[in-house]
């Protein structure tokens, strides 16, 4: 699967925006955690398998809208990658951006 992943913050605390597309299922996938060591006590701010209104997009425009909930605009590198990522079929594609949308591969 791709990771494509977002350095932000929201309520004033650092989180981490993980996008992506899922190769094996055929669908992207969003996960919106505080960022920090893995395994923390906190649950994530929001998971597409905990959201009752998800259903196996086939765009990533849905999870564009849930991010905005979050006051968290998906930079254009970002959603440009991810627009590729599907019609590759990508897999084992990782990469970093921050808010000012600066890409770094992982």
């Not at 981490?16 to 994530?44: K, N, Q, T």
């Not at 991810?82 to 770094?104: M, Q, Y």
Request: charged share 15%; glycine share 6%.
């Amino acid at each position: 699967m791709s990771q494509r992943i977002l350095k932000a913050s929201y309520q004033n605390r650092p989180i981490e925006v993980l996008i992506g597309w899922d190769r094996p299922f055929g669908c992207y996938f969003m996960v919106i955690s505080y960022a920090g060591a893995p395994g923390a006590a906190e649950p994530h701010l929001y998971s597409n398998l905990d959201d009752p209104n998800t259903e196996w997009h086939a765009s990533f425009a849905y999870f564009a809208k849930v991010a905005a909930r979050f006051q968290i605009t998906l930079p254009p590198a970002m959603l440009a990658a991810l627009e590729v990522d599907k019609p590759l079929n990508r897999g084992n594609a990782r990469s970093i951006f921050t808010g000012n949308g600066a890409e770094t591969p992982a």
